[in-house]
């Protein structure tokens, strides 16, 4: 049987959750795609597809340094047509004291890692298609995730777990 890759046992996530100290979060790549005849549109009128993804994760146990890669993208279409595309990775730092199970680890950038990142990232397309002179709504906000895995699974019993961002 395979196992969840986002499962951890949630004393032990708890446990990591509250040794975890933020120390940077860095944009590392960056890509801003506009088609010439966006200018004339009404952004009001795309429709934007989001992602949010951890796409790498490692721990240094020795120096208790905790790493996440998170990619995001974005991209709006006119109709069918694609005239805006942004997107970023950005890697985030936590100080962990003591020991780290590697899959609380994983859980806790999924959920506390891409939380803290995002607002990154929606700064970074509101800049960016500020400059270019697009009068955008700003990108929506991410759900904050639940402070446990007990309340994770009374989210998931009651429906209320906002939906993941959409990939693009």
Request: some cysteine.
């Amino acid at each position: 049987m395979v196992q969840d890759p986002h499962a951890a046992d949630a004393t032990v996530y708890n446990n990591l959750v509250s040794r975890a100290h933020l120390r940077t979060i860095r944009l590392t790549t960056s890509k801003f795609e506009l088609k010439p005849e966006a200018l004339g549109l009404d952004p009001d009128g795309w429709r934007n597809g989001i992602s949010a993804a951890l796409a790498h994760s490692f721990l240094e146990a020795e120096s208790g340094s905790l790493y996440g890669i998170f990619a995001f993208d974005v991209v709006c279409r006119q109709g069918r047509k694609r005239v805006l595309g942004i997107s970023a990775t950005y890697l985030t730092n936590y100080r962990v004291e003591g020991d780290c199970d590697g899959d609380a680890c994983e859980l806790f950038l999924e959920r506390v890692g891409k939380i803290a990142t995002y607002p990154y990232f929606r700064t970074l397309v509101a800049t960016l298609t500020s400059q270019a002179g697009l009068l955008m709504q700003p990108l929506p906000i991410m759900g904050v995730a639940p402070r446990s895995i007990e309340g994770a699974g009374i989210m998931d019993d009651i429906g209320t777990r906002k939906p993941a961002l959409p990939k693009s």
